[in-house]
């Protein structure tokens, strides 16, 4: 079936580097698209979100884009912090209702 | 401050044996979501209530049953755990579809 995908399982970063991380989606339906990040043993936390009349949308110290034309999607994350060591996940919604989640990419800040 | 709750949050059970998860929430949202989450994978969604209305994944196995007696609380029933049910199994709520969802911190439910 259709699903959300990411680039890279992993990213290492220095701590005050800029991080970004990739999605590749297949659901030309899909109208709405969220970033989380889920820490070991919690539940995924809502980053950021855009819709589809969108390709950009910011927040603070993250910036989500979107390219409807390739299908890309990416979360950048400025000045990275150790505190930003998570597994992130994109996610989309092809229709409106369920979420399908991508596979993960979990980032490792060093300070 | 929780908004969405889990109990609880480590789950055992014997194999073959019912148990039930339980979630709840103060947001009074519509939508309430069941996902699993498999080592190193992403969640999966089982099913979720748009207020009432139950909606069941294609591929979510029949073992598996949810109940929602009001808006603020969702439950996640399997009647006979298999050791491939081992999971954190994770509640989400929403306003509608196409807004953020809101999850709670899980079930991690090991099966003896």
């Known amino acids: 079936g259709e699903s959300v995908g990411l680039h890279l399982p992993t990213l290492s970063v220095q701590e005050g580097d800029n991080s970004i991380i990739n999605c590749a989606y297949s659901?030309?339906?899909?109208?709405?698209f969220i970033w989380y990040k889920q820490e070991s043993g919690k539940g995924p936390q809502f980053i950021i979100d855009?819709?589809?009349?969108?390709d950009k949308r910011q927040g603070q110290r993250v910036t989500v884009l979107l390219n409807k034309t390739v299908k890309h999607l990416s979360l950048q994350i400025a000045a990275t912090q150790p505190g930003d060591s998570a597994v992130y996940f994109c996610?989309?919604?092809?229709?409106?209702?369920?979420?399908?989640f991508g596979k993960g990419t979990t980032l490792s800040v060093s300070s | 401050d929780a908004m969405v709750i889990q109990n609880p949050r480590y789950q055992v059970t014997q194999f073959g044996k019912p148990v039930t998860l339980s979630c709840s929430q103060t947001?009074?949202?519509?939508?309430m979501y069941w996902y699993q989450q498999k080592s190193s994978q992403a969640p999966k969604l089982l099913f979720h209530?748009?207020?009432?209305?139950?909606?069941n994944e294609a591929d979510t196995p029949d073992n598996f049953q949810s109940r929602r007696p009001n808006t603020s609380f969702c439950f996640l029933d399997i009647r006979s755990p298999g050791l491939g049910d081992a999971a954190m199994y994770l509640c989400?709520?929403?306003?509608?579809?196409?807004?953020?969802?809101?999850f709670g911190d899980g079930t991690r439910l090991s099966i003896l």
């Open positions: 989400a709520t929403s306003w509608r579809g196409d807004q953020p969802q809101h």
């Open positions: 659901n030309s339906a899909s109208d709405y």
């Open positions: 855009i819709r589809s009349n969108m």
């Open positions: 996610a989309e919604t092809p229709g409106g209702t369920a979420l399908i």
């Open positions: 947001l009074n949202h519509n939508v």
């Open positions: 209530y748009y207020d009432k209305d139950f909606n």
